[in-house]
């Protein structure tokens, strides 16, 4: 019988939400963590994080917003201790593919002393449906300054279910699993799958990271501008354009298609517009 609580830091996020579910379904005891949850975690109060952290056996880390972000490796390297001291046993730690800050991150935790999974994470899918990308889906044109390199985009149910695989099972300790999809898409093929799912006319036009940047600085100001713009210039250059077997790895299958994300977003309802 399980007793002790598995944290879920970011609880209310893509894939905080989908690991609660799980976690919750397959029986194991979860607490959740975010700022507005019955036992607040909030990144910018630290003072709530030992509350947080107290009697947790096991806890999941997405750092919100970014890995990216000034101050991310201070934080994260600030749970750790704050875990430690709480007498957690296991950190599985959501990181970003090819950012250099988050790999600082990822050292943090494989150097805590603590047991450890790290969860390496291509371009999400669920962008297109649940992210800040399912407007401009829903108004037909996709900007990004992405070119026509191709992504390995990844399922963030994938993601979710090796986290909770490796938040409830040893044999992930000290793994680090890199998770892509089955193939590489460019962000036109993309826009064709969704566009056929959705029976809605979708296309993606490239832009420059200049006007990305223009474009973020009416949607966040200029920090949000100024770090997402970094993470395009770090990330969408090509160098992310192969496939992993992280998924395989951890969990003895095959990473879902982007097809099937598409079919399953469509049928829930995520690219109808209002009436």
């Not at 250099?100 to 962008?127: M, P």
């Not at 992405?146 to 986290?163: F, S, Y």
């Amino acid at each position: 019988m399980h007793t002790a609580p598995i944290l879920v830091i970011g609880s209310t996020g893509k894939t905080g939400r989908r690991i609660i579910k799980s976690l919750s379904e397959k029986g194991f005891p979860v607490r959740e963590g975010s700022r507005n949850s019955a036992i607040p975690f909030d990144w910018d109060r630290p003072e709530t994080w030992a509350s947080a952290l107290s009697g947790v056996k096991a806890a999941y880390v997405s750092y919100f917003p970014d890995l990216a972000f000034p101050g991310a490796a201070e934080k994260i390297e600030a749970l750790t201790e704050a875990a430690r001291a709480a007498g957690v046993g296991k950190l599985v730690l959501l990181s970003g593919r090819g950012e250099a800050h988050a790999r600082k991150c990822e050292q943090i935790i494989r150097n805590s002393g603590l047991d450890f999974t790290l969860v390496r994470a291509a371009w999400f899918a669920q962008n297109f449906s649940e992210g800040y990308l399912q407007a401009p889906v829903l108004d037909g044109v996709v900007a990004l300054p992405a070119g026509d390199i191709k992504e390995p985009i990844a399922d963030v149910d994938d993601i979710a279910d090796v986290a909770v695989a490796a938040l409830t099972d040893d044999r992930h300790n000290g793994e680090l699993y890199e998770i892509t999809g089955p193939r590489l898409l460019s962000f036109a093929e993309a826009a064709e799958e969704i566009s056929a799912a959705a029976g809605i006319p979708v296309s993606y036009v490239p832009i420059t990271l200049e006007q990305f940047h223009a474009g973020m600085l009416e949607i966040g100001g200029p920090l949000i501008a100024d770090v997402f713009t970094e993470i395009c210039r770090e990330t969408l250059d090509g160098h992310n354009a192969y496939l992993t077997d992280g998924v395989q790895r951890a969990l003895g299958r095959a990473p879902r298609d982007f097809t099937e994300f598409c079919r399953n977003a469509a049928a829930s309802g995520a690219w109808k517009k209002a009436a």
